[in-house]
């Protein structure tokens, strides 16, 4: 069977609004629009990009269970399931292991090891890993052990700025990444073309490659412009309320290939 993308989407927790927060001042989510934007982020995966959508069980208890990028790290080998920076957030990864052990020998990171997925950025055999308030250096130093027997280079950078290394870099292709130049040391990212976002959307830099399109918040219409002069073909949705959370659209899935 020919090889398609698989998006692992999580439901909107009942308890949304006492998610965490670090750098955003709290604003109450309405749950029933954060539940349609996020169906029309899933609608956008299927229809746009052409992933097949597989759901984990709900966790209404679990404020943040939306973003299960940060539960896991998967490249086309293995996953590796994290310990979140968050001790509130680490319940979550139980839900999100039952499902990627349908498709991937699973790996774990152990304490004292903390990482959340959205400081992780994978760019063909190299794998980028933000030093964040989430992510620590005993986590990169497993994830690195983890992950160099099959190849992959894992390099450790700096977070400057924004929550993770996602709000400041995210792929555009395997040699190009979409960036806020302010929040990460450029120098670490040697070899890559850097796309600066418009310095006036700091919150930019996160863009989600999917299948074959793009996946974007039509809330930085400066930086939309450029990309789509640039040649990129954006779908742009509205993730307002997910984003009085601190989420973006990297974080609302995980993508893997069907056929390894
Ligand atoms: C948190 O602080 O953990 C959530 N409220 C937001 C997580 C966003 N995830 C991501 O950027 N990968």
Redesign the pocket.
């Known amino acids: 069977m020919a090889s398609y993308v698989i998006a692992i989407t999580r439901a909107v927790s009942d308890a949304i609004n006492n ?4 750098h955003l001042t709290r604003e109450r989510i309405d749950l029933d629009r954060a539940r349609a934007q996020h169906r029309a982020y899933e609608h956008a995966l299927e229809t746009v990009a052409h992933c097949a959508l597989v759901h984990v069980a709900p966790a209404p208890d679990l ?2 269970a939306v ?1 299960v ?2 539960t896991a790290l998967v490249v086309d080998e293995i996953a590796i399931i994290t310990r ?1 920076g ?1 001790a509130s ?1 680490r319940p979550e990864t139980a839900g999100v292991a039952d499902v990627l052990r349908r498709y991937r020998e699973l790996r774990y990171v152990e304490a004292p090891g903390t990482i ?3 400081d992780v950025v994978v760019a063909g055999r190299r794998v980028f890993v933000g030093r964040s308030s ?1 992510t620590n250096d005993h986590a990169i130093a497993q994830v690195r052990a983890i992950l160099q027997p099959y190849g992959y280079e894992v390099v450790a950078v700096d977070v400057l700025g924004g ?2 290394l ?2 400041a870099a995210t792929v555009v292709s395997a040699n190009q990444l979409l960036v806020n130049p302010a929040w990460i040391p450029a120098r670490a990212f040697t070899g890559l073309d850097l796309l600066e976002i418009d310095p006036q959307e700091p919150y930019a830099a ?1 863009i989600l490659k999917a299948g074959g399109g793009y996946i974007y918040s039509l809330a930085f219409p400066r930086t939309a412009d450029r990309l789509q002069r640039g040649g990129l073909q954006l779908d742009l949705i509205d993730m307002s309320e997910l984003a009085k ?4 659209v ?2 609302c899935s995980l993508l893997l290939n069907s056929g390894k």
């Open positions: 998610c965490e927060l670090t404020p943040d973003f990028e940060d979140p968050a957030r959340d997925g959205g989430r929550l993770h996602k709000s996160n959370a601190e989420g973006a990297t974080c």
